[in-house]
Structure formats: C-alpha cells, structure tokens
C-alpha cells in the first residue's frame, strides 16, 4: 500500500499581495451554481491587455497549470493561457480584454504543488469552491506577467481586491459558517460549500463531514482536532479569534492507495481523504491523521497569528509547523515515534541545501522550507532547552514579540536564536544556507548540531539523529 501525504499548507501562512490605491472598487466575480453548469463571470473595472490571477499554483501530479483543464471561456476573442508563473486572460486581438468575461468551470478535485485544492468535492453533490482562485489583476502584456515571481508577497499591484458574490440556485450556501443567499466578500481566504452539508458544532470545533467518510475517521476528527487546538492554546497563547472548523471531503476509494491531504485557512482546516487504506482504522493512517491535524492546527498560531513577512521565509512557519506538531503528537500519544519524520528532514535538508533556502519555491523544491525549516527549529529547540524552555518557548516568545503587525522575518528569527544560544555562528551560517547554499550540506549541518548540542553522528556521509 502507498501511503502518500500531500500538504499544501505552504500557502496557507502567505501573506496576501498589497492592492494598490489606484481604484477604490476594483473587478467583481460572480461564482454561480445553477444545476450541474458552474460560472464565473468577472466584471473588469479598467481596460487591460492582459489579467493574471494571483493564485496559480500548479499541480501536484505533473506541476502543470490546472486551469486550462477546469476552466473554459465562453467570451469570444478571451483565451486563458500561462504565462511564466501566472494563469492569464488575454484578449486575441491584442487589444483590451472585455470588460466582462464569462467562463464554465468544472470543479474537480486536485491535489496542487504548495496550494490550497480548488475544488473539495462531497459524496452527496456538495461542492466547496476556494476564494482566492478568483483574485486577478491587470497588467499591460503578457511580457509583465511572465516577468512576475511566483511569491507575489509585498508587491504593489495594480487594482483592487475581487469582490465575489456566490450564487447557488438550489439555495443558501454556507460561508464563513452560516448559510447565506448570494452573500458578497472581499479579501477572504476560505472555502464557499455549494449543496446540502451542514455544519456539526460542539464546544471546541465545528465540522463538515462527507456522509461517505469512513465513521472512525469522523470520530478521530472529533476528539483529535480539538485536543491539539488545547494543547496549542496552553503552549503557545492566545490563538486566532473564533472556532476552528474542519472540512473533511471523500473520494472513492482506489485500490492498493491511501492519501490524504489537505491546508489550513484562517479559522478552517481543509482535508480530502481517498482510498481503501483509510476505510478501517490502523496504525499506520492513525498516525498519518495524528501528524496531519497536528501539522495544520499549529498553523493558527505560527502562520495566521503571526505569519511570515516574506515569501522566501516560509520556512519559519513550515519546518516550524512540522517540529512542534512532531512534539505536540508526542506529548498527546506517548507511543507516537517522531525520530523517522525528523531523521527525514534531516536527509530531505542534506539533499535541497546545497542550493538557496529563500529562492526553493521557483525551483519547485518546496521540501526545502519543511526539511530545513525543522533542520533549524531544532537548533532552536536545543538552545530553548539549555534555558530551561523548549521548541513551544521559542516560538511563543516570537509570537509574542509580533502580535501587533502579525509579522515575523528570518532577522528576528535568527537574532532570538543568538539571544538565547550566544553563539553568532549558527545564525550566521544559516543565513549562508538561506541566501546562498552551501556546498557541502552534511558537513554544515553536522556542524551546526554539533555547536547546538543536537545528539548527532556523521555515519557514511549522512547525519544521523541519536
């Protein structure tokens, strides 16, 4: 059986890019169900020769744009095309595209590289379509849109925030926990549910389960979840406003596959399930599912609380995310063993540092920001230790620290670092792998554990955690 955990949770802590000043109102989508036909049609506020969506991540599979197989446009002389790292909407003639531009889209589940999933589709119909796929904004040619980098952080764009309206003609859909009639927002980051689910509420989290999932793993939802977000609350602080929400969608189980992958947005963890692995509880998916709500529940304090300031920082919040979930699965589940996963970040780091840290998200090498991002975490850990604290000491007083603007830059990070080892070093040789990589990773990170007092040993060219 493979096993196959596929987090797109990089995204999640981004920060959205600046709009600009230029308009007060901005474009506008209308998001429409109306039986089986889904549209979208975008009113434009200005002419422009080309429109790019901010969010055009590729897939997981393949790494290609998944767009062109989703998406459809009705407006004649309007193509949809890629171009650098962006999906575009072009006019064919080269002059300004429509003011209006109507697509059919064909929601469907997609696992995507670093990315929310567009679509999560239900058993009984149900669709949730995510927000931010519609952002777009406009620029003068196809040239400025392939010029763009793929993390749009901090960029002033022209334009302003999308307001969408959703429209299901089978009735209310549910947004942001209650059901609405065409209900119209701007600026959000979550998913909008088309059909009949609703929403079960306790004392600690509200849930939307596809009838179809299998009922150990709606119970594991139900005591998991809320446990870490306790655990979470008492180690790290006050959290995110509001209850958390899980999102829980089930496709038809393959043979011989287990997979499950999913995101956290603000307030709402998102999740898809698939495969006969899952449809009887085990060791191995309970595990899987332990680490995963682990992962994605710290997320609402080192990720939306406070989130990294740039793009090139994720790994603050991802390799971060992976250690104290690792620490937080122990604590709650004594049996639960971390020493694979963080011997995995160790190799996985070993592998992807001999080019820059900051620049692995245009190499498609995302595993960096986990892999090294954990690497790192534990010279934190080590040096918290030595203090009488641990990794949840370190990353609170962070927190902390950054609780008014909610931001938080590998500067900091590495200057608490310094503060509470007193050793400069380190900092500065993690800077060397951020910004430029280092040519022999084994040796660098051997090094760095050593000062650290990470139990260690370099066996046949590999470091190996004791």
């Known amino acids: 059986m493979t096993i196959a955990v596929l987090l797109s949770a990089i995204a999640l802590a981004a920060s959205s890019p600046a709009p600009s000043t230029e308009t007060e109102t901005g474009p506008s989508a209308r998001i429409e169900r109306d039986g089986n036909r889904w549209t979208v049609t975008f009113e434009l506020d200005r002419d422009a020769a080309v429109w790019a969506f901010d969010h055009s991540a590729v897939q997981q599979n393949n790494r290609g744009p998944w767009r062109p197989g989703q998406w459809r446009v009705e407006t004649p002389g309007v193509v949809l095309e890629r171009a650098g790292h962006r999906d575009v909407l072009r006019a064919t003639d080269g002059g300004p595209v429509p003011r209006q531009v109507r ?35 406009p620029l003068d040619d196809v040239e400025a849109a ?26 209310p859909v549910l947004f942001q926990g209650l059901r609405q009639t065409a ?114 529940s710290v997320h609402f304090w080192l990720g939306h609380t406070v989130s990294y300031a740039s793009g090139r920082d994720m790994w603050i919040t ?4 992976d250690l104290l979930a690792l620490r937080a ?37 995302n595993r960096a920001y986990y892999a090294c991002g954990a690497v790192f975490g534990m010279l934190a850990e080590a040096a918290a230790r030595e203090r ?37 070093s380190m900092a500065a040789d993690m800077a060397v792998m951020l910004e430029a990589g280092t040519a022999d990773p084994v040796a660098m990170i051997a090094s760095l554990f050593q000062r650290a007092g990470v139990a260690h040993e370099v066996r046949d060219g590999r470091v190996v955690l004791l």
């Open 103 to 137: 697509i059919a889209i064909s929601p469907v589940p997609t696992a995507m590289e670093a990315s929310y999933a567009p679509a999560l589709l239900f058993s009984d119909g149900s669709v949730a379509l995510h927000t931010e796929q519609y952002e777009l904004f």
């Open 146 to 171: 392939a010029a763009l980098p793929p993390d749009l952080t901090g960029l002033d764009l022209p334009g302003g925030p999308v307001a969408m309206t959703w429209v299901d003609a089978a009735g």
């Open 183 to 296: 209900p119209v927002a701007t600026d959000v980051n979550t998913y909008v549910l088309f059909g009949p689910l609703e929403a079960s509420e306790s004392p600690h989290l509200a849930t939307v389960i596809d009838p179809a999932l299998p009922d150990w793993i709606g119970r594991a939802i139900a005591d998991t979840a809320p446990r870490y977000a306790a655990f979470y609350a008492d180690r790290l602080g006050e959290g995110p406003e509001g209850r958390p929400a899980v999102m829980a969608s089930w496709k038809a189980p393959p043979p011989g596959m287990t997979s499950m992958g999913g995101s956290v947005l603000p307030g709402l963890i998102a999740v898809a399930f698939e495969g006969e692995g899952v449809l009887e509880p085990s060791g191995g998916v309970a595990d899987m599912f332990n680490w995963f709500i682990a992962h994605e």
């Open 318 to 321: 991802e390799g971060g995310a």
């Open 329 to 365: 699965a122990q604590a709650l589940d004594p049996a639960f063993d971390a020493d694979a996963m963080l011997q995995s970040a160790v190799d996985d780091c070993a592998e992807l540092a001999d080019q820059p840290i900051h620049t692995a998200a245009a190499r498609n090498e």
């Open 388 to 424: 009488g604290g641990d990794a949840f000491t370190f990353v609170r007083g962070l927190i902390d620290a950054n609780r008014d603007d909610g931001l938080l830059d590998g500067g900091e990070w590495l200057a608490e670092l310094t503060r509470l080892s007193g050793d400069p």
